[in-house]
T-cell receptor
Framework: IAGITQAPTSQILAAGRRMTLRCTQDMRHNAMYWYRQDLGLGLRLIHYSNTAGTTGKGEVPDGYSVSRANTDDFPLTLASAVPSQTSVYFC??????????FGPGTRLTVL | KQEVTQIPAALSVPEGENLVLNCSFTDSAIYNLQWFRQDPGKGLTSLLLIQSSQREQTSGRLNASLDKSSGRSTLYIAASQPGDSATYLCAVLRGGAQKLVFGQGTRLTINP
């Protein structure tokens, strides 16, 4: 693994289903983030974690949950997907206010 | 609330030209500013990071400047090439928050 990996690359999901997007980093960064990118709205922060064991809400947290059991993994869960959650999701990591690095993204379509 | 604006939204220039992309932010209390590149359907690639105490950073043909007091940053691209075609995003990190606030991006097209 080099940098940040995300899985799946893309997914089509029926509304009401539960879905977990996976994110793993191998840079030992303390902080990790989830963003969604939508046309016309840009990138918006969903949830973040400053260190393992802690999480916080970003700009658009409703309908999403996260956990941070260890330094490397930061999964994002949609408990009951809705069409408005159709988006491209990016995971990122960073250290203490320094440079942030982004994963390749997950393209999610909720029908 | 921090707001980040990038002008222009789109720019098309012939190959070989030098060009400047602009980024402005409303709250000067930033920790750093980061420029990214995004190719269609891909993730974000970090280009340059400028700490709040710095005035500029350079990497190859790229030079980014920061004027915190006026809330502005510019990304200068020298001798543009078709491979530079992409969307360029700037983002500011608010002090103590570790949360990036992004601009909407400038879509750059370099014509051969």
């Amino acid at each position: 693994i080099a940098g940040i990996t995300q899985a799946p690359t893309s997914q089509i999901l029926a509304a009401g289903r539960r879905m977990t997007l996976r994110c793993t980093q191998d840079m030992r960064h303390n902080a990790m983030y989830w963003y969604r990118q939508d046309l016309g709205l840009g990138l918006r922060l969903i949830h973040y974690s400053n260190t393992a064991g802690t999480t916080g809400k970003g700009e658009v947290p409703d309908g999403y949950s996260v956990s941070r059991a260890n330094t490397d993994d930061f999964p994002l869960t949609l408990a009951s997907a809705v069409p408005s959650q159709t988006s491209v999701y990016f995971c990122a990591s960073g250290t203490g206010g320094l440079e942030q690095f982004f994963g390749p993204g997950t393209r999610l379509t909720v029908l | 609330k921090q707001e980040v604006t990038q002008i222009p939204a789109a720019l098309s220039v012939p190959e070989g030209e030098n060009l400047v992309l602009n980024c402005s932010f409303t709250d000067s209390a930033i920790y750093n500013l980061q420029w990214f590149r995004q190719d269609p359907g891909k993730g974000l690639t970090s280009l340059l990071l400028i700490q709040s105490s710095q005035r500029e950073q350079t990497s190859g043909r790229l030079n980014a400047s920061l004027d915190k007091s006026s809330g502005r940053s510019t990304l200068y691209i020298a001798a543009s090439q078709p491979g530079d075609s992409a969307t360029y995003l700037c983002a500011v990190l608010r002090g103590g928050a570790q949360k990036l606030v992004f601009g909407q991006g400038t879509r750059l097209t370099i014509n051969p």
